[in-house]
């Protein structure tokens, strides 16, 4: 069973112009969603996170959205630089205290690649 | 400068053979885990750790044994039970601050190929 859903295997832009990569969930219970990046043969990278309590949170040139009725998320990227050609992961976690606290679930991953 | 480290980054061994993965983490989080990643899916997890001496099997544990007897280390054992064990294993650690979650930081991952 999916949680955690990427349904775009791979995305291709042009420089300079926005990249958006999007998530949906199934688990209501989630409550905190984060975007990884990652390039070949390396661990992912943190990038951004949201909380459910709200619904937009940037950081330079990435914005990540929110959407709780939809269980939707999504990462956008102003402006697309080809040194963000990488894997995208979003996940997702649900404070349960005890036992199921930090755990996170994560998407198949959408590929990105911006060309100059 | 603090991270954390993954030895060796390329892992050969005969099927049959079991084959420990170093995890080493100077961040002083109390939280690690375990992931695989294969082509084409996301990170599955293994087994997970919040504190020393504790752990809690992940999705997919058939087949992996840990240990958390230090803070910085979690190990990781991939034994001959384990159907299909060449992967991509990646460990991860995270703050514990007993309010939320937070984000994991990662380290660079070990290819381990088993013939």
């Known amino acids: 069973d999916q949680q955690v859903k990427q349904n775009s295997p791979s995305l291709s832009v042009q420089e300079g112009r926005i990249s958006i990569l999007n998530c949906d969930y199934t688990?209501?219970?989630?409550?905190?969603f984060l975007w990884y990046k990652k390039y070949p043969a390396e661990g992912p990278t943190f990038l951004i996170s949201?909380?459910?309590?709200?619904d937009k949170n940037e950081d330079g040139r990435f914005t990540v959205f929110l959407n709780k009725s939809a269980k939707h998320l999504s990462l956008h990227i102003v402006p697309s630089q080809p040194g963000d050609s990488a894997v995208y992961f979003c996940?997702?976690?649900?404070?349960?205290?005890?036992?199921?606290?930090?755990?996170?679930?994560f998407g198949q991953g959408t590929i990105l690649t911006v060309h100059p | 400068d603090g991270g954390i480290t993954q030895s060796p980054k390329y892992l050969f061994r005969k099927e049959g053979q079991n084959v420990t993965l170093s995890c080493e983490q100077n961040?002083?989080?109390?939280?690690m885990y375990w992931y695989r990643q294969d082509p084409g899916q996301g990170l599955r997890l293994i087994y997970y750790s919040q504190i020393v001496n504790d752990f809690q099997k992940g999705d997919i544990a058939e087949g992996y044994s840990v240990s958390r007897e230090k803070k910085e280390s979690f190990p990781l054992t991939v034994t001959s039970a384990q159907k299909n064990p060449t992967a991509f294993y990646l460990c991860a650690s995270s703050r514990n601050r007993g309010a939320g979650a937070d984000e994991q930081y990662f380290g660079p991952g070990t290819r381990l190929t088993v013939t």
């Open positions: 996940a997702a976690s649900r404070w349960a205290g005890g036992t199921s606290y930090g755990k996170l679930t």
């Open positions: 949201i909380s459910s309590i709200k």
């Open positions: 688990n209501s219970m989630f409550d905190y």
């Open positions: 961040l002083n989080h109390d939280a």
